[in-house]
């Protein structure tokens, strides 16, 4: 079955100013274990950093399936003095665990789990490119754990075990060789940290989804779904998607329309969530309208991949972008861009590996960082990285 959601990817690390995890990982390269010591400096905004960051990981592999599991910490100055809020509360120990890989196989059913600072999550059409990476200075630790059989799949993803923005859950069961019914839920829990901003109270809402899935081999696969949302809402979603791999690549796209009253229901969670959330909402004018999206992947196991999505809603545009390049080489680049009417937050990375114990990685982001009254506004980082991994 693999690991049904990676960590967070090479470019979206750097937007946590931290290692990555999914190039290098012991999971992604076989059983094993390594060691890796990292040395950083740059500017956060206008101020001088520095880091030093630390990471122990391992990976086992069975007949019955896997597990891999990264744990680490880090140390930074800003300005010449130790950032001492990575470290002033217990939820900071969450992250410790960069990332906990599971995949086993029990009788007839795949079960799975992935942990750690997750990469994009997917709930049905209720969440599309969502992450909690867009937040600067804060390291989230998600899971996302599934199950899936002959019949169907079950699968549940909360953003951050500690103190969660986001919880989804969707279970898609075969009514037959090519029809299956589909189910799920997202909370978005408002957006706001009480931590940082205690004179904001979050809002809370959730949106349901009712559907079904037609397949029917090389054929492009159809979708319907009714969503709801109780701030006010509703929606008709109607999608028609098709993949296939030619010479190792693999290729992936859909088109969705979305017929909506309300805007509770007008688009799914989106990549930048947290950023949006946080202002205050838009009075729900109850106005009907209709939204579309496209989006694709290309995925080589030798190359690398890309990935994006378009949307267009009486919200206005959004989009978001991945790129993966040199998957399996020495020099890698990793970028991740989301991007909607008022906000813009970008993340790239170049990574080499010099020689098998020396590696070193230039990392640039535009994110979103608290500023001194707990606001959430545009930061921009850049770190240069040298280090030694040894392994066993």
């Known amino acids: 079955m693999g690991r049904i959601s990676r ?35 740059g500017l956060d905004g206008a101020a001088p950093l520095a880091v030093i960051d630390g990471r122990l990981d391992r990976a086992w592999v069975g007949r019955r399936g896997e597990l891999a599991i990264g744990v680490g910490a880090r140390l930074r100055w800003r300005d010449g003095e130790v950032v001492t809020d990575d470290w002033d509360e217990p939820r900071d120990a969450a992250a410790l665990l960069r990332y906990l890989e599971v995949a086993r196989r029990q009788g007839a059913v795949d079960l799975a789990l992935a942990a750690g600072a997750l990469a994009d999550v997917a709930v049905a059409h209720l969440v599309r490119g969502y992450t909690a990476a867009v937040e600067a200075d804060v390291v989230r630790a998600g899971a996302h754990a599934a199950a899936a059989w002959d019949g169907g799949r079950v699968e549940a993803v909360v953003d951050d075990v500690v103190r969660p923005v986001v919880v989804g859950g969707a279970v898609e069961v075969a009514l037959g060789r090519r029809l299956a019914a589909i189910g799920a839920t997202a909370i978005d829990l408002g957006g706001v940290d009480p931590g940082v901003r205690p004179m904001m109270v979050p809002t809370a809402h959730a949106t349901f989804e009712l559907g079904a ?40 796209g859909y088109l969705e329309g979305r017929a909506h009253v309300g ?32 989006g694709g992947a290309l995925v080589s196991p030798a190359l690398g991949e890309i990935s994006g999505e378009l949307r267009r809603a009486v919200t206005g545009w959004r989009g978001h972008a991945r790129l993966l390049a040199g998957a399996r080489e020495p020099v890698q680049v990793g970028a991740w861009a989301a991007i909607d009417d008022r906000d813009v937050a970008v993340a790239a990375e170049l990574r080499a590996r010099w020689s098998p114990h020396t590696i070193s990685r230039l990392e640039a982001t535009r994110t979103y960082g608290r500023d001194e009254l707990g606001e959430l506004a545009p930061r921009w980082q850049v770190v240069a990285w040298f280090g030694t991994v040894v392994g066993w």
């Open 7 to 41: 960590v967070v990817s090479l470019a979206m690390a750097a937007a946590l100013a931290a290692p990555s995890v999914a190039a290098a990982s012991p999971a992604a390269e076989g059983e094993g274990t390594s060691a890796q010591l990292t040395i950083g400096g």
């Open 213 to 252: 899935r037609w397949r029917d081999g090389a054929w492009p696969s159809l979708g319907a779904a009714a969503v709801a949302a109780t701030e006010g809402g509703a929606a008709l979603v109607v999608d028609v998607a098709a993949h296939g791999t030619v010479r190792g690549v693999r290729a992936e």
């Open 263 to 294: 805007d509770g229901a007008a688009v799914p969670v989106g990549p930048l969530a947290r950023v949006t959330r946080e202002r205050l909402p838009a009075m729900d004018t109850g106005d009907a309208g209709v939204g579309a999206a496209i």
